[in-house]
């Protein structure tokens, strides 16, 4: 499953890195959600591959997030 976020409309309220820290995280400098990095696709903090672990927290991450901005969707290749 792949992951991402419009980084740009976050709200910074934090529900995603609660329910879900080894995958989101607040980004210090610009205080926006992000992918954690073991698991960004090529480095971008907007998109990363859910570990199969991580699947349940990072779905009720999308569905917390206030603005709906996280968009989990299947692997195409998978
Ligand atoms: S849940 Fe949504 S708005 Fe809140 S910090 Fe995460 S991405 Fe940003």
Known sequence: MNVT???MECVSCGACWNI?????EN????SLSQITEPFRFCGDRAEGIIPDYLVSCALEAEHLC????????RD???
């Open 20 to 24: 879900c820290p080894d995958l989101f």
């Open 66 to 73: 206030p603005v709906r901005i996280i968009t989990i969707s």
């Open 76 to 78: 195409e290749s998978g």
């Open 5 to 7: 976020i419009d980084r």
């Open 27 to 30: 980004n210090h400098c610009d």
